[in-house]
């Protein structure tokens, strides 16, 4: 089975710019969470959804980002305009709610450069 | 104070040999789920194992184990007979009904395993 597929695997861009990462998680999960992974402050949670339904996103840092989840199948995460702070790590993760355990499933992540 | 630490930044390991990696948390739901990931140079997250509150056994995967002692509040994760591709970073994690389902992640702590 494909685990979480996210595009693009690398972005630079310039600052100001507007920048879209993409998501697909696996088929039959529920809960989809957008995490951004940087140095200073390790893996933070920035939205999540259940059945394409915003549930929290108190992570958002701030206005100039946003998330959809038109579908079951697609996710997008979108920064505008975006800024050098925002270089980091983007992981998109899925899981089902009938696992016990509800274990949260990796992409390989989105390494966004902002110059 | 910090639902997740992990006091250990970096740890050497000799090829062969058993590791431990510390992890404490902090919670005073009764229901709660503990994971443990890998991740390695590359990038990507990687499940190892989970260990939910109300399990009477330690969690196993291989050569993983979660050494959980509930009282002492600790979800040590054990790899028995290290592998150079272990070197990896790991991070615990833990989901309680505070924080919905949403998960918190520690610090990580760097594993090197020596040839």
């Known amino acids: 089975d494909a685990g979480v597929i996210q595009s693009p695997r690398h972005e630079v861009t310039e600052m100001g710019q507007e920048v879209t990462l993409r998501c697909k998680p696996i088929?039959?999960?529920?809960?989809l969470f957008w995490y951004r992974q940087t140095m200073m402050r390790g893996l933070e949670l920035l939205i999540y959804?259940?059945?394409?339904?915003?549930?929290?996103d108190s992570g958002m840092p701030e206005d100039r980002f946003s998330a959809k989840m038109p579908n079951a199948s697609f996710s997008t995460l979108k920064i505008q305009p975006s800024e050098p702070r925002d270089s980091a790590v983007y992981f998109c993760?899925?899981?089902?709610?009938?696992?016990?355990?509800?274990?949260?499933?990796f992409g390989p992540g989105t390494r966004l450069l902002v110059l | 104070a910090q639902k997740i630490t992990q006091t250990q930044p970096g740890m050497f390991v000799q090829e062969k040999e058993a590791v431990t990696l510390d992890c404490t948390y902090d919670?005073?739901?009764?229901?709660?789920?503990l994971f443990w990931y890998k991740q390695p140079s590359s990038g990507e997250m990687i499940f190892l194992i989970y260990?939910?509150?109300?399990?009477?056994q330690n969690a196993t995967e291989g050569r993983y184990s979660l050494n959980f002692q509930k009282a002492r509040k600790s979800a040590n994760l054990v790899i028995s007979a290290s592998q150079l591709g272990d070197s990896a970073m790991y991070f615990c994690?833990?989901?309680?009904?505070?924080?919905?389902?949403?998960?918190?992640f520690g610090a990580g702590t760097i594993l090197r395993v020596k040839s």
């Open positions: 993760a899925s899981s089902s709610r009938t696992g016990a355990e509800e274990t949260q499933y």
């Open positions: 959804f259940n059945n394409n339904v915003p549930i929290d």
């Open positions: 260990q939910g509150s109300y399990d009477q």
């Open positions: 994690a833990m989901r309680d009904m505070e924080y919905g389902n949403k998960l918190v």
């Open positions: 088929s039959g999960h529920d809960y």
């Open positions: 919670t005073s739901d009764p229901s709660y789920g």
